[in-house]
């Protein structure tokens, strides 16, 4: 929902003897109990014109008006997290991020996040990406671990943001897919967007989107999976777990794309399998080509030592 929106209810008969906190938190989904609570409290909801309070008793028929106010904008602040440093120089810092670390801040996530950690560690960072992400070039999801870079100052971002922009940035991951690959290398190009069946999900159904290539070169062949070295020469919002998924293989542990909960001779996993490997970027400070790599975690590792 739009927060500048103004909504505007009539209460029907059936909704008789609610509360009017509860009405409108029914009403009006999208907004979280929460924020309907202060809005009330603070005058931005009204019953026939005039402020009410949360426990109001409705009898129906009356007139509901909400004036949302929009919520304050996120700022990160430091926060003492442990962060394991790959590199760092003048202009740049590479992290190892771990699985179930969100990158920067957002709507769930005030706190706790690899940016959060960095600011308490260095202090200060780029801020052209904004108050809630200084330094932040790129990301990777949350239950994805490995090599991530972030900017130092703005002519770092700058100069980072345009070696993206123009895919000279080497990224590879190391992935653990579903079944058998028919061939020991592929490429994928499907384009990709945003599921309109689930907001959470992105797909490659649609055949539009934005433009997407992924890569792939198997490693290793096992009894009910294989293990993958990933090339990703665009950087959309899940491209490796979609392009796998989209052409049958999801990654293990990956249930929000299709991946099973349980397959015999398979570890359960609370992730799913994606480790970004290796990043390669030329570095602003030092003009020279940079390739940073990330060990493969020990719970990854082990996964794989039990496979047949």
């Not at 924020?35 to 005058?43: E, Y």
């Not at 394991?84 to 991020?97: G, T």
């Not at 990224?171 to 897919?177: D, M, V």
Request: aromatic fraction near 6%.
């Amino acid at each position: 929902m739009s927060p500048d929106t103004r909504h505007t209810l009539i209460v029907e008969a059936a909704a008789g003897g609610q509360r009017l906190d509860h009405y409108v938190a029914a009403a009006l989904p999208g907004y979280s109990r929460s924020r309907l609570q202060s809005w009330i409290r603070g005058g931005r909801v009204t019953v026939n014109g005039a402020p009410a309070k949360p426990s109001a008793v409705l009898h129906g028929g009356e007139k509901v008006c909400v004036e949302p106010a929009a919520p304050p904008p996120l700022r990160a602040f430091a926060e003492d997290l442990p962060v394991a440093v790959l590199y760092e120089d003048a202009s740049v810092i590479v992290v190892n991020k771990p699985a179930g670390m969100v990158v920067h801040l957002g709507a769930g996530n005030p706190a706790g996040t690899l940016v959060n950690a960095l600011l308490h560690r260095f202090g200060e960072l780029s801020g052209a990406g904004g108050e809630d992400r200084p330094g932040i070039v790129h990301r990777i999801d949350r239950d994805t671990s490995g090599v991530l870079v972030v900017a130092r100052n703005d002519a770092a971002h700058r100069a980072l943001a345009a070696q993206f922009a123009v895919r000279t940035v080497e990224k590879e991951y190391l992935a653990l897919a579903h079944g058998s690959f028919a061939l020991d290398s592929g490429r994928v190009e499907t384009p990709i967007a945003r599921d309109p069946n689930n907001r959470l999900r992105m797909t490659a159904r649609l055949k539009a989107g934005r433009a997407a290539i992924t890569e792939y070169q198997v490693l290793k062949r096992y009894e009910r999976c294989t293990y993958l070295l990933v090339r990703i020469l665009t950087g959309r919002t899940h491209q490796i777990r979609v392009h796998m998924s989209s052409i049958g293989h999801p990654l293990v542990g990956d249930k929000l794309y299709g991946a099973p909960s349980r397959v015999p001779g398979i570890p359960e996993l609370d992730r799913f399998f994606l480790h970004a490997r290796s990043l390669a970027f030329v570095s602003p400070a030092t003009a020279q080509r940079v390739c940073v790599e990330a060990p493969l975690p020990d719970g990854l590792e082990r996964v794989l030592a039990t496979l047949l």
